[in-house]
């Protein structure tokens, strides 16, 4: 077996795989990805999967308009299913400027060919009839989005890779990383040790140990992220179609259906980071501890807005731990102070952007150049440290901020 390539990717979430899938897609299939455990044993296992084309930067919507385009052309490739649910999304609207600033994104949508609309009050109650409008402007409606299962798209990406000529290897984490010579990289896995001319860390919060051992100082740890799920609401197994996904910036909040239950993922305002002081070795696939507590003001919100929310019984609460760069923005493309070291991680909505910025970065990497431009997740935006003390403020202010738009004061 070979164990020299052009490029060698660090974890098989689904951002790794994207990055496989859209390099093998550009004729670079001369590489191999690997992966500590087993695919999408990070964060991607426990995600939602949730796709919306109205991110918390206008400007990274071409990022989620390619991701969904992206996985759903690996599940044609493959006919592994990425189970897409088309049920459009609502932003609510509790205050005029909410609205307002809503409207100004309609020509960016228009642009690109992506729908989108802002609608009224009584709008938002038809097309989600469990949503109780006292106080609510409106919403902006999307509904081109929907909800994946992240395995499924993972999968789906790596095999379309696969079949393309692109290799895996599972059970295999790197230890070492450091460049020998110019256009060459050793990567020491516990399996043997792998040569390439390009390395792609997209290892996730571990990708700041990774990078730690090359001298850079990358602002990647990891929150505590909840998410609830309930029993089923009698409402929605008597209705014939699944409701859209409400995002509500007053809780901060998302409460999309899950079969006949509502699952709801919450923005804490005051949120609790996670192994700040490098992730426990020992760590594999398991979910956190929960803490129903810090989740109560809440759930008041969610089950005001959403009263069946409040009716129902709980069934689950999945704490996972997610990635939370100091902005928000994931780091996608170079470090340009390593030849041939690039990175696709710090990404806290992977599913939503993960297949367009694989795809971002793969151009990048093949062409020179970047498809155009997105200061917003080059990572060059970091180079210069920041103290830890810093990074973790940054963090928490951004993560409470949730669905606001930046735009909007709160
Ligand atoms: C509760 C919860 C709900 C979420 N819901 C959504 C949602 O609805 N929509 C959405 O867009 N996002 C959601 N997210 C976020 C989403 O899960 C992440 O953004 C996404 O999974 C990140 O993908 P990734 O590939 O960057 O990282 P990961 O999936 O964490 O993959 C990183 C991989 O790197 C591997 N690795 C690490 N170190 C090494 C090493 N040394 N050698 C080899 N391999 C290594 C790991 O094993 C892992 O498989 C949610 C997160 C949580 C916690």
């Known amino acids: 077996m070979r164990n020299d390539a052009k490029v060698a990717i660090v974890g098989g979430g689904i ?48 990022l989620y ?116 010579a110019n256009q060459c990289w050793q990567l020491v896995t516990e399996t043997g040790t792998h040569y390439a001319e390009h390395v792609v860390l997209a290892a996730s919060f571990w990708t700041r140990e990774l990078a730690l051992q090359l001298g850079l100082d990358l602002p990647l740890y990891a929150f505590e992220h909840h998410e609830v799920i309930t029993d089923d609401v009698p409402e929605l197994k008597a209705m014939d179609r699944e409701v859209p996904t409400i995002r509500d910036p007053a809780a901060p909040a998302n409460t999309r259906q899950e079969r006949h239950s509502l699952l709801c993922g919450v923005y804490e305002t005051d949120p609790v980071l996670w192994a700040t002081d490098g992730i426990p070795k020992a760590f594999g696939q398991e979910l956190l501890v929960p803490d129903m507590d810090r989740l109560e003001n809440h759930l008041i919100h969610v089950m005001a807005r959403i009263p069946a929310f409040g009716a129902s019984g709980i069934k689950a609460v999945n704490n996972g731990p997610l990635c939370f760069p100091p902005d928000g923005c994931p ?50 935006r970091f180079a210069t440290s920041m103290s830890a003390e810093d990074c973790f403020a940054q963090m928490k202010r951004t993560y409470a901020r949730g669905y606001v738009m930046p735009t909007i004061t709160r």
């Open 65 to 180: 308009v390619d991701s969904l385009k992206t996985y759903q052309q690996a599940e044609a490739q493959t006919g592994q299913s990425i189970g897409f649910h088309p049920t459009g999304s609502l932003r609510l609207a509790t205050s005029a400027a909410e609205l307002e600033a809503y409207k100004t994104l309609e020509p960016l949508y228009e642009k690109l060919g992506v729908p989108y609309n802002v609608v009224d009050a009584d709008e938002v109650e038809r097309l989600h009839p469990l949503v109780n409008t006292d106080g609510l402007f409106g919403a902006a409606h999307t509904p081109a989005d929907g909800h994946v299962d992240a395995s499924g798209a993972t999968h789906a990406l790596a095999k379309a890779a696969r079949a393309m000529g692109a290799d895996i290897r599972r059970q295999c984490p790197v230890t070492h990383i450091r460049q020998i």
């Open 331 to 380: 780091l996608v493309g170079p470090v340009l102070s390593h030849a041939g070291l690039w990175l696709a991680a710090g990404f806290p909505v992977g599913i939503g952007t993960g297949g367009g910025a694989g795809k971002y970065l793969a151009d990048w990497m093949v062409d020179g150049k970047p498809p155009y431009s997105l200061p917003l997740i080059n990572p060059a």
């Open 15 to 62: 951002v790794g795989c994207a990055v496989l899938y859209a390099l093998a897609k550009r004729g670079w299939t001369d590489a191999v990805l690997l992966e500590r455990l087993e695919l999408t044993a990070g964060s991607t296992w426990h995600a939602a999967g949730n796709i919306t084309h109205f991110g918390h930067y206008a400007e990274i919507t071409r």
